[in-house]
């Protein structure tokens, strides 16, 4: 019924008189049927009033017209001619009887239906209506003698007073506009540089909104301002007043929407929420502050700008990015902490930039002051670690509120000097004590972030975690944004620093409300915060404060603002701080006595000088006293040297093994895709053999830690499949939207939750939130996972700055695990590396010392002193081995790990159940277990390498025959450096030249590193005369070629080097293998022929006499005589994009396990031992 009233009304008013536009005309009926829809609710039952009944319905009329009107400016013949009437604004006749009101839905040439008897009657008739009180009162101005009134329309017209009717919906659209544009024409600035010009009415008084807001009903505001109208329920002015003049109306709207409070919140598509803002402050007395409430502002004001006075005082030549200038910060957090803990809040997370920050912790998190002015005395720090800045510094307090007389937990989150970068690991943060907490949705625990105007809108990284505000993995139920709006970053004005008017414009993106308020009027800035504080509590949606202000000094204390800004800090220089201005409006009140005023002041300078006089004692500080991630409980009466065993029973492997390769239980009705369907048969026939690839050994990690009772964390973008379609946790419905399924979370009753989620495609943020994650609780196992390695670069500074130095900073442990697929596979420089040389430069760790290999708890102490491990892992094992012993260490690291990427199906990338078990375990490196380990003294050349390049040299040691005098040594664990080991391998090759092989370029991979430390190794060793030599690509300034010919170039080049060029023997050995290999297929396909498909599900597919065929004319190609003149490529890798289908892959890992079988057997039987097995 609502859209035919629309309808109704679209046709009635006459958009002409108005000189509407297109986008005018959307807007106009959008609000039209808001306002319809309002006044129908009215009467409905009572409903929870929470929900968002608002629609996106009510843009289709606005968009089909539009469409009318594009057509009707090319062509006026091209529309209906009542559309032509419309858009033209020639005259019109609409019947407004109640029984033809169905009818007049129809069009606007409705009145050719009526006979023109009835019209000139009806025409006639109106001259004879009733004046209106509009009218009467002369609102448009009296018309001339025997012209038509104005706004009135011509002969034909049905009687009624359209003038009247014209009045009411011009002012509905003043109304419309304030709402809309009214913050535009706020009187924001305190240093009155950017205001509004406001207008002069008839009544002499000059008002704020001009024609930016008002736009074409801005002469309207000239006219008689006495008229009185009914107010729509599209705002709620009037209280319970239903009819105000027009002068009432503009004055009460100046007041709400153009005073000290810019609301910005049209931009909300929810009805629901804006209405509830309107009643936060249109309403009369909307804000309304008792004497008590006004002391307690003026009281914590105080505190406030006397922290920032009394440093400026004692230490006038520090830096310490003072608050002056937006001192009301501190009451507006405060009264958000007070309100919130109201509400229920228990945590309260802040993340903010260095200005104002010990200001925060000692008003906000009460920290001992004394400590805080310890900081400026340069005392020496008696723990280990470098330290950071005062202003950089977090801390964590849990306190009594005593406003509410409950207990809080405050945390400030540490921050380096990059600002934003802060806010996803505070989100992350958050996130983590919500699911500690059992905090479903967000009322337990409330994060705070704090911004500056120029980094909030220049700083990609705030549009990517504001971004992360409604997804459901990532969802923090709202977050508060505050900005200490100093209208300058650094030197730099905004008219030079953003594009848009506001600075936080980015918030709109999420339909966040936005609430900018002058900072030198305390009394809105505590409004905002409650109204804030309540839309959170409420809606569960991030909102923002844009607290305008300055910056009274330059960007630190020593800084010369006037050299950039001379007229800004003219007026800065004469304005008086906003402490004095309040307590002289409180004094004028009568709220406060003057030496009530005077009295507060002293008494928080007493306590500011007895906390001086307290640093001075201080002789050394602490860096634990500030960390903001305390695990209490966790380290005492802990062994940090102790590594727990990280190898699990076979029973266990069998259980996760059998639940990951089987599909949901029939009684799900779980239609999964064929495709899937395949892989878990391939899954199935390892876990029956007793042999794991990269997918089931990642799955024995999580699901063995989850047994443990350790929540899991698996975040990336496409991790739920994998980016090469070899994971596949989560199984989609074929037939059903939304339906999920993942095995892992069903393993066992007593679990701990596995979180697996897709994520957004950021790095960034991602990877800070989930730093952030890490930094909640230990006993979680946080997992990212990149695309591919190189995605991480544009994460470089939370690697940088939070994940490679947090600890040694901020005493901040974190054991994030960062997986990064990497690998030369000749698809191009930028998805090949993952960049492990800056990891490795990173490191901490010192090349020119050799550590003392004989301390029994050398692997453990290892580990405990250098910042982060690198790996670059070979098998499915050592992987699980890994992960697990990410939580068995007793302290926390973050683990690096250069993933494979084609490895990931390779046939000898696999590892034996036995290499999971109980007495199994990391292997820092996995030595030579072949024949050349059997007569060491005959190997001429050992190969040290790491990660896929391994399987290319085994590969080519084999074709060149060279097995019993070349070994091949895998560095697993590349940082910290296994200095033990490595000097076990070069002492059993005592007569071997000693090569370190990579596959990347010289100047990119480990070398850089590798080299400095085996360098130190060789020193150390008595009477050892050799070095290392390198082989692999030559330096280059891009990862990798993009052109096949040269990948493949380049890779015989460093091969060649190492094994030499293949003999005649070596290729006539080359192509028997070939033809017995065509042998082989053949017998294989003729008996498959005569088995039926049935033979056992957990068996792969035979191929095709089809298949079969394009296997013998590759065969025949590669026995063709000098097709073995060099030897074949390293195999090929699958496709690296994301087009790759779920199907393709475990069929050529059939075909491929196949080919290399005899292979697999081969080095099973030159293998004495596993050399996973555990030293008894």
Known sequence: MNQGRVKHLMLVVNFSKIDVAPRFLREYIRYNYRKLQTSSSVCKSSQDNTKDTDSFANGSSAVYIESLYTKWSKNPGSVDSSWDAYFSGKPRSISTTPSLHKQSQVGADLSRNMSSKKTKDAAAAAPAAGPAPASAGGAAGAPAAGAPA???????????DWKYIDDHLTVQAIIRAYQVRGHLAADLDP????????????????????????????????????????????????????FLPLKEILDRLERVYCGHIGVEYMQITSLTKTNWIRERFEKPGAIRFNPDEKKLILERLTRSTGFENFLAKKFTSEKRFGLEGCDIMIPIMKEIIDRSTESGVESFFIGMAHRGRLNVLANICRKPIADILSQFHGLKATDSGSGDVKYHLGLFTERLNRVTNKNVRITVVANPSHLEHVNPVVLGKARAEMYQRGDSNGSKVLPIIIHGDASFCGQGVVYESMHLSDLPCYTTFGTIHIVANNQVGFTTDPRFSRSSRYCTDVARVVNAPIFHVNADDPEACIHCARVSTDYRAKFHKDVVIDIVGYRRNGHNEADEPMFTQPLMYQRIRKLQPVMQKYAEQLIKEGVVQEKDYKNMIAKYEKICDDAFIESKKVESIKYSTWIDSPWSGFFEGRNRLKVCPTGVRLETLNKIGETFSNPPPAEHKFEVHKGVLRILALRKQMVKSQMADWSLGEAFAIGSLLKDGIHVRLSGQDVERGTFSHRHHVFHHQTQDKGRYNSIEHLYPDQSPYVVCNSSLSECAIMGFEHGYSMAHPNTLVIWEAQFGDFANTAQTIIDTFIASGETKWVRQSGLVLLLPHSMEGMGPEHSSGRIERFLQLSDDDPDIYPDTCDCDFVARQLMDTNWIVTNLSTPANLFHALRRQVALGFRKPLINFSPKSVLRHPLARSPFSDFTECSEFLRIIPDTGIASCKPDCVQKVVFCSGKVYYDLVKEREEHEQDDTVAIIRIEQVCPFPYDMITKQIELYKNAELIWCQEEHKNQGSWSYVQQRFETTLIKMEDETRCISYHGRPPNSAPSTGNKVRHYNEYRAFMTSIFGELTEDNKQRLERIVKEQQLRAKKASSSSNGKTASQGEDKPKAKSSKDDKKDDKKDDKKGKPGATTAPPPPPSPPKQDNKSTTASAPKGDMNQADKNKGKMDTKQENSKKSPYRRKQ
């Open 150 to 160: 104005a706004g009135a329309p011509a002969a034909g017209a049905p009687a009624a």
């Open 191 to 242: 240093l009155g540089i950017v205001g509004p010009p406001g207008i002069t009415s008839v009544d002499g008084k000059k008002r704020h909104a001009a024609q930016a807001v008002l736009r074409q009903h801005y002469t309207y505001v000239f006219n008689d301002l006495n008229a009185t109208f009914k107010l729509p329920s599209s705002t709620m002015i009037g209280g319970d007043e239903q």
